[in-house]
């Protein structure tokens, strides 16, 4: 069974950092990409970042590109997303989200992720 396990959120200040952690475990996902996505009370669930499924192609979404980076380690099947110079719009749930099995594209949209985590909550205080 495919699963999905985020850490790492909490509360911040803006300008902080924070690091966010995805364990994936029930298969390899080393030829699948994988992205954050994140929502904010009253609105749509919307992409952070995504990444191939050998780490060579990232896509930011530009509220975030420069700030934020995703990365991934396929021996550990984990990824990660740093985030720094936080903000209060950063607040949101940050879910973790991959694809299927030889679907290495770093997507851009919800509809191409197949498998999601449960979300783990970043707040960020001005």
């Known amino acids: 069974q495919v699963q999905l396990v985020e850490s790492g959120g909490g509360l911040a200040q803006a300008g902080d950092s924070l690091r966010l952690s995805c364990a994936a475990s029930?298969?390899?996902?080393?030829?699948?990409?994988m992205g954050w996505f994140r929502q904010a009370p009253g609105k749509e669930r919307e992409l952070v970042a995504a990444?191939?499924?050998?780490?060579?192609?990232?896509n930011y979404a530009d509220a975030v590109r420069n700030r934020f980076t995703i990365s991934r380690d396929n021996a550990k099947n984990m990824v990660y997303l740093e985030m720094n110079s936080l903000k209060p719009e950063d607040t949101a749930v940050y879910y973790c989200?991959?694809?299927?099995?030889?679907?290495?594209?770093?997507?851009?949209?919800?509809?191409?992720?197949?498998?999601w985590g449960q979300g783990t909550q970043v707040t960020v205080s001005s």
């Open positions: 990444i191939s499924g050998t780490g060579a192609i990232t």
């Open positions: 029930g298969r390899t996902f080393n030829n699948s990409g």
């Open positions: 989200a991959a694809r299927r099995p030889t679907y290495n594209y770093a997507a851009w949209e919800e509809k191409n992720y197949d498998y």
